[in-house]
């Protein structure tokens, strides 16, 4: 395990601030291309964090299990801190791999925090805690992929008010010496805290920045001060940063607003053209696979009175990552980027099949490709198994039929699908039954040629039959009834029936 041992210099360094939903990934990376020189995650709860599964980049898996073996990698992947989920976090190593980052994850495979090397001695982590003991298990949980740790005592929001969290601390002195005491001693990164002047008056982003409050302040301490809040009245170009700071005499300037505007007010030179800005946003979010909903509104920020431009208007519009490119003249780029995501996976998938010793399956005749079912790709109510029970009937085929495996060593799944005496079958493994049966589907139908319900095709035969039978899941049981998941249930495999789940607990 590689150990940060470099501590964080805070004195004249421009700094993006920690903002909700705003200061994940691509975002952190883009002010650092633009001159930041520290840059704060998003605010995320202790609570939250605690539950979470440190996945490290999946070639230190792979690099385990070529040189020691399967039962040996099984007890790494428990050293990674997955000895309850080792489905998931197998699973989600090999994204890491894909994608070269280290991500915390949540219990239901969600990824709560995504780093990777290039911040790894610029990025301080920010955590929302009340207790003590809950802060220093998170600070020693990040504290090998961050270079500092703060803790957020300045939000005024309810949602992190009630829980005592916040600018709430402020009103009791002795918990907060106890959080910073126990995580100064506790941790070997360096501790921060956002705080705000105490209610003397109203405190909102639309007043104006107390500049004289902030620099009796760092008049009055030695440890470093960091001035943040000149976004509405002070920053509104690289030069002002520097004269923000000597008005408050604060070592250091952290930009929030300014720079969720537009990024580039780090760099020396001066502001990059909003479209270039977004555009290089879109391919770090792309590449880092950022979920589309995130990247959507971030770029609604920078937008702001654009919003209602023709692009703002496809933006406000776009439903997915690929929509988002398209409507920024980036489509090309997605569908290239998405696909060497998808064909690293399927030579990490494959390479790590060949290593467990698997036992290679009778699939002769069988379709492959290496796809995965990307629900945020498809509308609410289409999937690729809906389309392909459709066609069927249309074709007066027979329906379907999906059987799937599970894989002991890491609980993944893998689905095959007979259409017409065919079988098709994805080359990736998946963390779910129903995921598995959806990329089996999309092979058949991409393999045919035939529509897969995405977003932006048209398929109105299937939308007229979901209207007129509103009640009937092709993906249910129904669909499944004439599965036979037994007959393709050979050692190590487990096999799954319709509704039924094999935890495999003790392999």
């Keep these: 395990m590689i150990l940060n041992s470099l501590s964080l210099c805070y004195h004249n360094k421009l700094i993006l601030a920690p903002m909700v939903r705003v200061g994940t990934l691509p975002m952190r990376l883009l002010a650092l291309d633009y001159g930041a020189d520290i840059v704060y995650c998003e605010e995320l709860i202790d609570l939250k964090m605690i539950q979470c599964k440190r996945v490290v980049n999946g070639l230190t898996l792979l690099l385990r299990l070529e040189c020691t073996g399967v039962t040996i990698a099984r007890c790494s992947l428990k050293l990674l801190g997955s000895n309850d989920h080792p489905a998931s976090a197998f699973q989600v190593a090999g994204i890491s791999e894909v994608l070269s980052t280290v991500d915390f994850v949540a219990p239901d495979d969600r990824v709560v925090f995504r780093t990777c090397e290039r911040e790894q001695n610029r990025v301080v982590f920010q955590m929302g805690t009340s207790d003590a003991e809950r802060a220093l298990a998170v600070a020693r949980l990040v504290e090998n992929d961050v270079a500092g740790i703060d803790v957020n005592m300045g939000c005024p929001k309810q949602y992190s008010t009630k829980g005592g969290m916040g600018a709430a601390l402020l009103s009791d002195p002795d918990k907060i010496e106890k959080i910073l005491s126990t995580l100064v001693k506790g941790t070997r990164r360096p501790v921060t805290c956002k705080i705000r002047i105490l209610p003397s008056r109203e405190e909102r982003p639309q007043h104006p920045v107390s500049c004289e409050v902030i620099k009796a302040i760092a008049d009055t301490l030695s440890i470093p001060v960091i001035a943040n809040g000149g976004s509405h009245d002070h920053i509104q170009q690289y030069s002002d940063i520097e004269d923000f700071r000597q008005a408050t005499a604060a070592s250091s300037v952290m930009v929030a607003r300014a720079a969720m505007w537009n990024p580039s007010i780090f760099l020396k030179e001066g502001l990059r053209p909003l479209e270039e800005v977004m555009q290089k946003y879109i391919r770090y979010a792309v590449q880092y696979d950022n979920h589309y909903t995130n990247t959507k509104y971030c770029l609604c920020q920078m937008l702001r009175e654009q919003l209602e431009s ?198």
């Design 310 to 507: 023709p692009q703002g208007r496809l933006l406000h519009a776009a439903q997915s990552s690929r929509e988002i490119c398209e409507a920024f003249g980036l489509g090309a780029f997605y569908e290239e980027t998405t696909q060497e995501l998808d064909a690293q996976q399927a030579r990490l998938s494959a390479k790590t099949s060949e290593q467990t010793g698997e036992p290679a399956e009778d699939t002769s005749g069988v379709i492959k490709m290496a796809v995965k079912f990307d629900r945020r790709a498809y509308p609410a109510q289409i999937t690729p198994k809906m389309c392909l029970l459709e066609w069927c009937r249309r074709e007066k085929l027979a329906q379907p039929v999906y059987e799937t495996v599970q894989r002991p060593l890491d609980r993944l799944f893998s689905s095959i699908v007979t259409v017409a005496e065919q079988k098709y079958q994805s080359t990736l493994w998946d963390k779910s039954k129903k995921l598995a049966e959806q990329a089996a589907a999309i092979v058949c139908l991409r393999s045919q040629g035939l529509p897969e319900g995405r977003l932006g095709e048209e398929s109105p035969s299937l939308h007229k039959r979901k209207r007129e039978a509103p009640d009937q899941d092709p993906g249910g049981p129904r669909a499944q009834e004439l599965a036979q998941p037994g007959d393709l249930c050979k050692k190590p495999f487990v096999a799954l029936g319709s509704g039924e789940e094999s935890p495999l607990e003790g392999w």
